[in-house]
């Protein structure tokens, strides 16, 4: 029987070690940060993953995470409309989750490495060999799962094309107490940037947005580009001036990059964010991280059991399924995201999603896949 190696514990790393883990598979997994920890998201996860997560148990229905139905869009300047939905999703941080899913990789009997960040991955006799940050040589392994989320220093070491590429993009987050409707997710435009607001568990709300480096560089400090510029849609406003902030600090992340990736690397099998990366604003990058996991997962199991697969077959039904399934998504998001952030664009989304219901609705679709 083959073993494997997940880098990155994440929701993508989780999940595929968790499954592996229960069909009886060798699985150990390298996670730099230890749990719980905060992480830049808008916690608001597809309802598409709920058949999946609730055939393995993994849906976290004890936390009554918020049922979100319709979605409010407001331009730069205020405007603004409600949809439902087709799909809707749910709420829940990814303090409370990723740390539901480590204990139950735990109890899965994943062999579980936190605080230890992979620094490099090299292939050759048909095994990788993996070397910690510290330079520590620490493993042999037959199959290496890349699930390290966005970007990595791995990357770098990897030479992975798309790290080379400088990308403008800041995320801030904040969790807060509100007065937010539960059945919503907001997702208000300002300058450069938008910011989604919906509810997770405890009452609780998530407060997070994405802007350019320029904004920030121009206003010198993250509470000046607020009051400067997201306070300009009179939503935000009264959002940030309403609202009690929980964190002392917001949580931040930059170079976010929605760049092409390859999702097989050097033989490294690529998953969730690790793969490909879509723009927040489509809510779905949990859903992808997820469902990708389903799919490796299922090539994975039977090729660690057979002693004679073939790992150039199983490659390339990966990238096949894996392009099948999302690059069209990834598109689609690349293109709406030029909707928002200007004045001009983001009036026109509100009209097309107050005037077009239809087109606004098949746009949004086109961003998600269908439950599995
Ligand atoms: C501003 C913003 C808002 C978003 N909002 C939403 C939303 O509302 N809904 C949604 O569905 N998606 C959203 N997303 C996208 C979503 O956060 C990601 O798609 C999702 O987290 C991907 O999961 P992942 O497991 O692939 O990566 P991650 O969750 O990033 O996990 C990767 C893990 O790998 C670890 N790691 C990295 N390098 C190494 C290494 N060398 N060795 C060991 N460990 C390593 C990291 O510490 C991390 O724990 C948002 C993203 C951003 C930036």
Redesign the pocket.
Known sequence: MKNITV????????ITAIQLARAGVEVQL????RYPHH????????NETIPFLKSLDLFPNEFNPPNITHLQLTSVNGKAVILPLDLGGFGIS?YTF?NWLFEKAKEAGVALHCD????EVSFGDNQFHLNL?SNESITTTDVVVG????R???DRTLQRSFIDKRSPYV?V?YHVKTDHPSSRISLHNFKDGYC?I?NVEKDKS?L???THRENLKQAGSIEEMERQILFRNPFLKRIFEQSEFLFSAPET?NE?SFETKAPVHNHILM????AG??T?LC???????IHSSKVLAELLIPFCKSDNASREKLEQTYRQQWTTLFAQRLWVGRRLQKLFGSTYASDFAVNLAKFGKPIAQYLVSKTHGNPF
């Open positions: 880098i990155g514990g994440g929701l993508a790393g989780l390298f996670e730099k940060k992480r830049v998201c808008g916690e608001y996860i597809s990814r990723d230890q960040e992979i620094a940050k699930a390290f989320g966005k990595s220093r791995l995320g987050k989604g919906s998530n997070c947005y994405l992340i976010i998953c969730g964010d690790s990366m879509i927040p809510g779905n990058g949990m859903a992808m991280a």
